[in-house]
């Protein structure tokens, strides 16, 4: 909010009569859902907009919440409490998005920028555990983006120049019970990183758009798009280039992506009830090429040359009921899935050159149904809430059944005192394999992995903890979590589990796997937040984390995610004349590296096809990287003028 900006805040409010002669209001900072009485973490367009080291990214203030973890400080990736980069679900206003990031990795979800503009967000709720029920096809987190409404009185301009983008952002009326949301984004890193002599140039531009029309007391819909247009070229223009640069431009590929979502989302509302219908598509088309020594004027230097699409049509309708103290929800989804590849890449497997040269085209049905019912019982004291899940696909016999996927949860809180209160969840949940798996064909043209009975992974859940209120907005926060993996895809070729992949660029899966990977994450979290000598805010948090998955022996060894330990300290204080200064010193410690497979790297014939070395699977994150300290301090200055204002940070 500003001297120059109206906002429109909507608070949904329940009809009670009741007698009073005086009432303070206070917010509190720690509202819970029914279904997920813990884990839940609520970040505000106030954290995202100044947090320090961001950017202005909502992927880099996600990593200093509790649990989060992080692989290189150039990428985005998503690790919550020790699972991979592809086991969390991202919602914009109840519409599922496939990414959440430029440049992402297929079959995982990290990169190096996010898409979503954080000039719409409003606030963000991230699950680490116990998802509610209509939230499907997630092992380890769920993030549900709330937009902000357009301006229904003005049109409002934003203009961004920050580290690595230029922004435009237009909200403003559509008629007189219509209002929108618009921005557009362009990258310029690729004038700076050549600028630097960096050997490649990465574009980046986004678009996002929200209308929301609101028919009647009764009745809403909003319409959103989402997407974006990526590429990256080699700096082939480097003279003299040195070793470093000349080592990357032998082996990164150039590469083209785009994505685009569209969805609707109506939603009718009743005397005691609501019900909401969505319906969307979204579509990701990813290229990726490479050339012996970046020749191609030569069609016998192709080492790698693949074209990827995977595109999505949705149907979700959800109702929920309050009545007496019951909140039920209920509902079900249907999508149709369409996945195209054409693969050429060189490899060297078995001591010999090998070509995986293939065309896969898969469409199949996927449809899942689910309930929650959730209650306040014991005067309020103790809140219980039970939910159903069950997903389904055509794909195979073995995923065909809604029975062999029943995903049950339940949760659990407990108001021991005024100000602290016992927490337990507890769940089983499943998700899809990666279409680059699930369309992968061998060199004789069969669905491999269908032929091996491939099904959904697995993961149980179990969670307690304790909460202390300190204060309306302060409170201390400790979990234990525990976390065992079942049916995870398994590279046949390398013999080990994929849960340990997708922290790169490129993609991920398009191997043979069978479905039986194993693992186990635990740990615990130590969070808080305070409010102190007046207007100094201080946000910490510690997780002791464990992430292990078994190899072929059957042996537990660490993830690629097993940093042990990770300590985020926030502090950020206002000063007068719209001054703010922040800070955030985050620990992460070591995460394990394969060591190079010298021998095989050394042969000519093998180097080529890859141009970097190879990993010795046989000791498979047998080593450990130091560890990881990164100091953020920002400085924002607000000048407001009369009809506009400007933040220089």
Request: charge should be neutral; proline fraction near 4%.
């Amino acid at each position: 909010m500003n001297n120059v900006k109206s906002a429109f805040i909507e608070i949904p409010m329940e009809q009670q009569a009741i007698e009073f002669e005086q009432v303070t209001v206070r917010p509190s900072e720690f509202k819970k859902k029914e279904e997920a009485p813990l884990s839940v973490q609520k970040i505000r367009l106030s954290d995202i907009e100044k947090a320090p080291g961001a950017n202005r990214d909502i992927s880099k203030v996600i990593q200093s919440f509790p649990g989060v973890g992080s692989t290189v400080s150039f990428r985005n990736d998503i690790i919550v409490r020790g699972g991979g980069p592809g086991e969390s679900r991202f919602y914009l206003d109840g519409i599922e998005i496939p990414n959440l990031n430029h440049f992402a990795t297929q079959g995982a979800s990290g990169g190096p920028v996010g898409i979503i503009n954080p000039d719409f967000i409003e606030s963000v709720d991230f699950y680490s555990v116990a998802f509610p029920a209509n939230r499907g096809n997630a092992l380890s987190g769920v993030f549900d983006f709330k937009q902000k409404s357009g301006n229904r009185e003005q049109t409002n301009y934003r203009a961004v120049v920050d580290a690595s983008e230029l922004a435009l952002t237009l909200d403003g009326p559509l008629g007189d019970r219509s209002s929108y949301l618009f921005s557009v984004r362009r990258s310029y890193l690729q004038f700076l990183f050549d600028a630097i002599g960096l050997p490649f140039l990465p574009t980046f531009n986004d678009y996002q758009f929200k209308s929301e029309t609101v028919f009647d007391q009764k009745n809403r819909l909003v319409i959103l798009s989402l997407g974006a247009l990526d590429q990256n070229r080699l700096n082939l223009g480097i003279a003299n280039p040195t070793e470093d640069q000349q080592y990357i431009l032998n082996y990164l590929p150039e590469s083209d992506q785009w994505n685009y979502m569209i969805g609707a989302a109506y939603t009718h509302f009743r005397g005691k009830s609501f019900q909401t219908f969505v319906l969307s598509r979204n579509m990701l088309h990813n290229e990726s090429f490479k050339y012996l020594n970046n020749d191609d004027s030569d069609a016998a230097n192709k080492i790698q040359d693949y074209v990827y699409q995977e595109i999505e049509n949705k149907f979700r309708f959800e109702n929920t009921w309050r009545d007496r103290g019951f909140k039920v929800t209920f509902g079900g989804g249907l999508e149709y899935v369409k996945y195209n590849n054409s693969t050429y890449q060189e490899l060297y497997l078995n001591n010999n050159l090998f070509i995986k040269d293939y065309e896969s085209d898969l469409q199949f049905f996927k449809w899942g149904l689910f309930g929650q019912i959730s209650k306040p019982v014991l005067k309020d004291r103790l809140t219980l809430s039970f939910g159903l899940r069950t997903d389904a696909n055509n794909l195979s016999h073995s995923m065909a059944k809604l029975p062999e996927q029943l995903s049950p949860r339940f949760a659990a809180s407990y108001i021991l005192t005024k100000n602290l209160n016992l927490n337990i969840s507890l769940g089983r949940f499943y998700q899809l394999p990666a279409y680059t798996t699930l369309g992968y064909r061998d060199v004789s043209g069969d669905f491999i992995n269908k032929s091996n009975n491939l099904t959904y992974i697995a993961a149980d859940h179990l969670i307690g903890g304790i909460e202390i209120i300190t204060g309306v907005d302060s409170r201390i926060a400790v979990e234990a979590f525990y976390k065992r993996y079942s049916n995870y895809p398994f590279s046949v070729s390398d013999s080990i589990s994929l849960a340990s992949r997708g922290g790169d660029f490129g993609t991920i899966g398009d191997e043979e796997v069978v479905s039986t990977g194993k693992g186990r994450a635990y740990g615990l979290e130590i969070s808080g937040l305070y409010h102190f000598l007046g207007d100094l805010t201080g946000i910490y948090a510690y997780t002791f984390v464990r992430s292990e998955f078994q190899n072929a022996a059957g042996e537990y060894i660490p993830s690629s995610w097993d940093s042990r330990h990770i300590l985020t300290i926030t502090m950020t204080k206002p000063f007068q004349d719209n001054w703010q200064v922040g800070t955030k010193w985050r620990f992460v410690g070591g995460l394990p590296y394969t060591p190079y497979d010298l021998e095989k790297t050394a042969l000519v014939q093998a180097w080529n096809t890859q141009g970097r070395p190879f990993q010795d699977y046989a000791r498979f994150n047998a080593s450990r990287l130091n560890n990881f300290l990164q100091l953020d301090v920002r400085v924002d200055k607000t000048y407001n003028f009369s009809r506009w204002s400007l933040l220089v940070y």
